[in-house]
T-cell receptor
Framework: GNSVTQMEGPVTLSEEAFLTINCTYT??????LFWYVQYPGEGLQLLLK?????DKGSNKGFEATYRKETTSFHLEKGSVQVSDSAVYFC??????????FGQGTELSVKP | EAQVTQNPRYLITVTGKKLTVTCSQN?????MSWYRQDPGLGLRQIYY???????DKGDVPEGYKVSRKEKRNFPLILESPSPNQTSLYFC??????????????FGEGSRLTVL
């Protein structure tokens, strides 16, 4: 079936460090892929998306590339800030439009 | 301001006492959905609605009901809550079906505790 697997958290980094959060998926067909972010006490909001293989989504300094050959959509940022502390969810869309979410990865950035 | 509004934000109740969590969106979205968020499990879809009077089960519908009588509202009903329904609930909406190129807009969440 369709599923999303993310690296386990929490991930703790110092400010200005490089961030990678791994995400791999299992899906039939060609899903669209998403990263959502959840700041403390808030709902999820879309961070970036990619709709086909080799697409790169980017927003707020974050990037992720849709890699069909490795079924991956890893999230990266070159220099994290304290304000990036949040929970990050990888997700895919399946037939009928439903989103399937990974379990979430908590990121904590220390000054 | 475009938003999805859920109420209540926090609720403590007892087993078997019926409750309703309301959800309203002001973006004229066709698609609405309910999720629950539990530690280590991410978000799991409870029910969704493609349009008025059209609802369908998600991945974990047991113990829940929904209705979609108006486009803007999508209440979640727990007829007889049980402790395993203690969770953080999110309502979300989308102009399209939520997948593909559609973007889901989430409410701020409703934290429910069932004693």
């Amino acid at each position: 079936g369709n599923s999303v697997t993310q690296m386990e958290g929490p991930v703790t980094l110092s400010e200005e460090a490089f961030l990678t959060i791994n995400c791999t998926y299992t899906a039939t067909g060609y899903p669209s892929l998403f990263w959502y972010v959840q700041y403390p006490g808030e709902g999820l909001q879309l961070l970036l998306k990619a709709t086909k293989a080799d697409d790169k989504g980017s927003n707020k300094g974050f990037e992720a590339t849709y890699r069909k050959e490795t079924t991956s959509f890893h999230l990266e940022k070159g220099s994290v800030q304290v304000s990036d502390s949040a929970v990050y969810f990888c997700a895919l869309s399946r037939k009928g439009g439903k989103l399937i979410f990974g379990q979430g990865t908590e990121l904590s950035v220390k000054p | 301001e475009a938003q999805v509004t859920q109420n209540p934000r926090y609720l403590i109740t007892v087993t078997g006492k019926k409750l309703t969590v309301t959800c309203s969106q002001n973006m004229n979205h066709e698609y609405m959905s309910w999720y629950r968020q539990d530690p280590g499990l991410g978000l799991r879809q409870i029910y969704y609605s493609m349009n008025v009077e059209v609802t369908d089960k998600g991945d974990v519908p047991e113990g829940y009901k929904v209705s979609r009588k108006e486009k803007r509202n999508f209440p979640l009903i727990l007829e007889s809550p049980s402790p395993n329904q203690t969770s953080l609930y999110f309502c979300a909406s989308s102009l399209t079906t939520g997948g593909g190129t559609g973007e889901l807009f989430f409410g701020e969440g409703s934290r429910l505790t069932v004693l």
